[in-house]
């Protein structure tokens, strides 16, 4: 990996742009901006925030060049190392599932049914995923732009760059319509959620040096910063302008305008400007499916990577991606969510992993404890999340999950550290020395 150092600041701003600027952030954020206006764009806020925050820990992964599973499994053994190689894997469901939604959303502006859409995208997304496609990655990045492009204009078609100059004014006051509870679980889990986030760190340490680095890090944080407000002020400038029809779903908006500025769903060029947002999600969803498929068989040496396996594999992630679209409402709701369960699981062990390098050691047996307690507590508080929406303590589904995992993970590794200190202290001097 060392060899590989060759991104400068520009390059590694851009890769660390495209790994947030997809379906989430702009279908999710138009969704969201539907119904709450310029608030709407909180998650795409927290996302260049968490990226401002990486610049704190970016030296780390720098230099320990190692993902976090392989940091901590080396240290701690390979309980620990397997646990938070399965919660990544759960963390890529919610990602894999929007993709799954969003596609479906977009094909139903050129008149598809949404179920049906689902089912047809799952099995394209499991087919792309088994087939060697990481060298197209620069079609859909290009679409993307040529998407953003789009966005742009359909602003100006509509008159509304004045408004999108004001949004960053006018974000703040616009967030008292969202309840506290939701803006603390949107904004607290997407911003660790990138201190901790592999598809970060790839990048982080392929880059040259520490001053790249740095700069990189605040050059992606302002271009998606730049971004993040677009969706929101095109949904409410289309509002205003009385172009989007009566009964619309959220989802649909961002597809619903560019075949506005196109024409009509059924003119070439509308069709075209959609194509360029389906072509991405699809693509998003088999790179997530083909993550998640190498990880399972990473994870399971028991099964040979075998192309039996790996379409077994991608079968069943691709089902239980479709399972969780299908029970799903909000996209953003739906990827911090699975974002929650990763953050709660790995927070308070990576910290105490960190400290230990500071002097302020934990057992070993305490922080697979915190890591075991935390992971169950944030599974179980988002299946309760999903099949019981009204269940929410804290008064969002994703501070319910950061917060029960990481309160759990927390008990589990004082309790632990407390027992041993009391009833073994030779084991605990022992480990120490």
């Known amino acids: 990996m060392l060899q590989d150092r060759k991104l400068g600041a520009f390059s590694l701003a851009a890769l660390l742009l495209s790994t947030h600027y997809g379906m989430g952030f702009l279908l999710g954020t138009a969704e ?3 119904t709450q206006g310029l608030a709407g764009s909180l998650y795409a806020v927290s996302l260049s925030l968490g990226t401002f925050g990486l610049i704190l820990i970016a030296r780390f992964y720098w230099t320990e060049v190692d993902q976090i599973w392989t940091i901590l499994g080396d240290r701690y053994g390979n309980q620990t190392k397997f646990t938070i190689g399965v919660m990544s894997w759960i963390s890529m469901i919610g990602i894999g599932a929007a993709q799954i939604i969003a596609g479906a959303f977009i094909l139903k502006v050129l008149g598809a049914p949404v179920l049906p859409s689902m089912l047809g995208l ?6 792309m995923s088994l087939l060697p496609m990481e060298k197209a990655s620069w079609v859909y990045r290009s679409l993307l732009a040529i998407n953003f492009l789009a966005l742009i204009y359909s602003l100006s078609a509509l008159h509304g760059l004045g408004d999108y100059v004001r ?5 703040l006051p616009a967030l008292e319509q969202v309840k506290p509870a939701q803006v603390l679980g949107i904004s607290l889990s997407t911003v660790l959620l990138i201190q901790v986030d592999m598809n970060c760190q790839q990048f982080v340490v392929q880059t040259k040096n520490l001053r790249s680095l740095y700069w990189g890090c605040i050059l992606a944080a302002l271009m998606l910063l730049a971004l993040a407000m677009i969706p929101s002020v095109l949904v409410n400038t289309a509002q205003s302008a009385g172009i989007l029809p009566a009964g619309i779903d959220g989802k649909e908006t961002i597809p619903y305008i560019l075949t506005w500025l196109g024409g009509g769903p059924g003119r070439p060029v509308g069709m075209a400007l959609v194509a360029a947002l389906l072509v991405p999600a699809l693509g998003t969803g088999s790179s997530v499916l083909r993550i998640q498929t190498k990880t ?6 028991l099964l040979p990577n075998e192309q039996a396996n790996r379409w077994l594999w991608a079968g069943l992630n691709g089902l239980i991606c479709l399972a969780i679209a299908l029970k799903a409402s909000s996209i953003i709701t739906l990827i911090v969510c699975f974002y929650a369960v990763y953050v709660a699981a790995v927070t308070v062990p ?6 230990a390098r500071a002097g302020y050691v934990f057992s070993d047996n305490s922080l697979r404890l915190g890591l075991f307690t935390g992971s169950a507590a944030a599974l179980t508080t988002l299946v309760l999340s999903l099949v019981t929406p009204e269940w929410l303590t804290f008064g969002s589904p994703e501070l319910n999950i950061v917060l029960f995992g990481i309160i759990a993970s927390f008990l589990g590794l004082i309790g632990n550290q407390i027992v041993e200190m009391v009833f073994l202290p030779s084991t605990q001097v022992k480990e120490e020395a």
Not at 167 to 171: A, C
Not at 296 to 301: A, E, G, I, S, Y
Not at 350 to 355: D, I, N
Request: proline letters at 8%; aromatic letters at 24%.
């Open 350 to 355: 990576f910290v105490v992993f960190l400290l």
């Open 296 to 301: 399972t068989l990473d994870f399971w040496p």
């Open 32 to 34: 969201q901006a539907f």
């Open 122 to 127: 799952t099995i394209l997304i499991v087919l």
């Open 167 to 171: 949004s960053p004014v006018e974000f």
